[in-house]
């Protein structure tokens, strides 16, 4: 258990319309992470975060935007939801170490129609 | 970039039986590899690691294999059982902070 919470887990949105997906991890770890997860394309990197205020582009992070105000929060923010991105979101932390381990959320579910 | 990739997508075996999943991964740069086990309606699962200075690790009833030299690692289940039916995929980790993550190879275990 990494001590992250997603919400809301599931949502149903319309086209347009914006929509905030909140990741909040209880053990103050510095790297947060939110990918989405497709049917053939595995895990993909939207943004990420090196700690507060200091956030960085993925690989797919053309419609979406993040924020990190405070340690325990990264917020996703889809400005436009467009039908493309019905996805399951996932957000992540790393666990420093001897090698820096992932560990993931439960994930939010996310239909735009 | 980087690419993570399993030889194949399906796995079935009966129970008791073992399985083994691969992956190969691009990167031999990659110094640090996961692996991660995902059942319906949930997140992906830390089940096991191992680093670049490694050739085999062994946990409760998982052992994970690397060989560096094709780039290829595995992860071998004993006596598997229903409740190890979920996807399996690795993840590689290279440059810090940065993971690239396979596809993942769906695992039935039949009673």
């Known amino acids: 258990d990494a001590g992250i919470t997603q919400s809301p887990r599931h949502k149903v949105t319309e086209t347009g319309t914006p929509v905030t997906l909140r990741c909040h991890q209880t053990?103050?770890?510095?790297?947060m992470y939110w990918y989405r997860q497709d049917p053939g394309h595995g895990l993909r990197l939207i943004h990420y975060s090196y700690g507060v205020k200091d956030t960085d582009k993925g690989e797919v992070s053309d419609g979406y935007s993040v924020s990190r105000s405070k340690t325990e929060d990264f917020l996703l923010t889809l400005e436009s939801a467009t039908s493309s991105q019905t996805s399951v979101y996932f957000c992540?932390?790393?666990?420093?170490?001897?090698?820096?381990?992932?560990?993931f959320g439960e994930g939010s579910w996310l239909t735009v129609v | 970039g980087e690419s993570v990739g399993l030889h194949l997508p399906t796995l079935s075996v009966q129970e008791g039986d073992n399985s083994i999943i691969n992956c190969a991964y691009s990167?031999?740069?990659?110094?640090?590899f996961i692996w991660y086990k995902q059942e319906s309606g949930k997140g992906p699962q830390f089940i096991i690691d191992?680093?670049?200075?490694?050739d085999k690790r062994q946990g409760q009833r998982v052992t994970v294999l690397l060989n560096k030299t094709v780039k290829h690692l595995s992860l071998q289940i004993a006596a598997t059982q229903p409740g190890d039916s979920a996807v399996y995929f690795c993840?590689?980790?290279?440059?810090?902070?940065?993971?690239?993550f396979g596809t993942g190879t769906s695992l039935t275990v039949i009673p």
């Open positions: 992540a932390t790393v666990r420093l170490g001897s090698g820096n381990t992932i560990y």
């Open positions: 053990e103050n770890h510095r790297y």
């Open positions: 990167n031999s740069a990659s110094d640090y």
């Open positions: 191992i680093r670049s200075n490694m």
């Open positions: 993840a590689e980790n290279s440059m810090g902070n940065q993971f690239y």
